[in-house]
């Protein structure tokens, strides 16, 4: 499908998405989804399934189960008031649905919290963007840079084979990764993409990976197919980009990506320092902008 030839379609279902996203603790119906769509029901049923490979209800579905597995993870409701606030009519209902979309049954993720793949919210429009490089102009380039500091900290990852970039890692370990780590109690911080520098990979992985940041002390379990290693302190000089909306996706972060080819550390008293950790970008939300951030170190350190 080409973005040029079919935006109309595309726009239609970006709208349904975010219907789902924000109503979803609400009963939904196909006739709100065909007039969030501005399409008949048989056409906003049928555009739907074909750009995000499942019907709108599954998708629903999975937004209210990965709600559901937060609840169970981080409160003490119980799972009969989890089940009726994800408009599920039946403790068995709810479990059924859990234990078939995420291979264990509620209690006993609530007792584990096994890695298991979250929803993560990507409009349709973002992958047709990505794939054939459309952007929409931003009335402004302005992109916001401090400098944070990063402790001694442990890396959890999942490594691709040879994967330069996300959709690269998407096709070669599939794209679940990151709801996988959102999943997973104690980290540091958010869930991250990582470019790793040569010293910290592997023979035969690949440069961009995704991972989340535990403490130093910290024991979190290494699920198969992961891999945990020790980053050193670090500071970073961070590079964030205006707020954007969903048809500005490609722009945002071509914006932030060429401010950073383009700034000279040197001239502010730093210099990029790439052995130091791990490039890094944290998941694109229009609400806050692109985030990416490059491993620095004091320029006067670098001229001793």
């Not at 944070?148 to 442990?154: A, D, S």
């Not at 500005?248 to 550390?265: G, H, K, S, W």
Request: charged share 25%; proline share 7%.
């Amino acid at each position: 499908m080409k973005l040029s030839d079919n935006w109309d379609k595309i726009e239609a279902v970006d709208r349904m998405q975010q219907y789902i996203v924000q109503h979803f603790q609400q009963e939904i119906t196909l006739a709100d989804l065909a007039k969030a769509a501005a399409y008949s029901p048989w056409q906003a049923l049928r555009a739907f399934s074909e750009l995000t490979g499942k019907t709108p209800f599954a998708y629903l579905r999975d937004v209210r189960l990965s709600d559901a597995a937060k609840k169970l993870r981080d409160t003490s409701m119980n799972v009969l008031d989890i089940a009726l606030s994800e408009t599920f009519g039946s403790h068995e209902g709810f479990t059924k649905a859990f234990s078939r979309k995420f291979g264990l049954q509620p209690s006993q993720y609530r007792k584990q919290t096994p890695p298991i793949p979250l929803f993560q919210y990507h409009p349709v429009s973002h992958y047709y963007r990505m794939v054939e490089g459309g952007s929409t102009n931003m009335n402004s380039n302005i992109v916001f840079t401090q400098v944070i500091e990063r402790p001694e900290r442990k890396l959890l990852l999942k490594r691709g084979v040879k994967a330069t970039e996300y959709f690269a890692y998407c096709e070669e370990v599939g794209c679940d990764v990151w709801g996988e780590l959102e999943s997973m109690k104690g980290g540091l911080y958010e869930s991250i993409g990582v470019w790793l520098p040569p010293s910290m990979r592997k023979p035969g992985t690949s440069e961009y990976c995704q991972g989340m940041e535990y403490p130093m002390d910290a024991e979190p379990a290494v699920p198969d197919g992961y891999d945990m290693m020790t980053l050193p302190a670090c500071k970073y000089l961070v590079f964030q980009g205006e707020p954007y909306d969903d048809d500005q996706f490609m722009e945002a972060i071509d914006t932030v990506m060429n401010a950073i080819d383009r700034y000279d550390p040197a001239r502010y008293g730093w210099a990029w320092a790439p052995e130091s950790g791990p490039r890094f970008q944290l998941e694109p939300r229009g609400a806050r902008g692109y985030i990416e951030a490059r491993p620095v170190q004091e320029r006067a350190l670098v001229d001793l």
